[in-house]
């Protein structure tokens, strides 16, 4: 079982960026094709972002995409979710998410195919 703890969460203003990251413990993370998924209030979780075992493929959501970029250093085990011109609408609690997979080079969309998750981060973005 993967272990996982995000961080690099706070309060913002629309336009600043955040770094959040998520470390892994426990596994050979190599072997996890990895997640960020996010929670608003009154909301369903949805996808963020992912990236595969790799790190040579990677998704993300419309609403993110072209503003925010998900990376991993496997030697580190540790995923980041880099996140510039942030807007209101991303204030939200971000999960990471990793899935064990026998493929190098896809990416998940689908929480379904994640099975750890970490506690979240705390995003707020203040217009």
């Known amino acids: 079982q993967v272990q996982l703890v995000e961080s690099g969460g706070g309060l913002v203003q629309a336009g600043d960026s955040l770094r959040l990251s998520c470390a892994a413990s426990?596994?050979?993370?190599?072997?996890?094709?990895m997640g960020w998924f996010r929670q608003a209030p009154g909301k369903e979780r949805e996808f963020v972002a992912s990236?595969?075992?790799?790190?040579?493929?990677?998704n993300y959501a419309d609403a993110v995409k072209g503003r925010f970029t998900i990376s991993r250093a496997n030697a580190k085990n540790t995923v980041y979710l880099q996140m510039n011109s942030l807007k209101p609408e991303d204030t939200a609690v971000y999960y990471c998410?990793?899935?064990?997979?026998?493929?190098?080079?896809?990416?998940?969309?689908?929480?379904?195919?994640?099975?750890?998750w970490g506690r979240g981060t705390q995003v707020t973005v203040s217009s």
């Open positions: 998410a990793a899935g064990s997979t026998f493929s190098t080079d896809i990416s998940y969309t689908t929480s379904a195919r994640y099975s750890d």
């Open positions: 426990g596994v050979t993370f190599s072997r996890y094709a």
């Open positions: 990236i595969s075992r790799s790190g040579a493929a990677a």
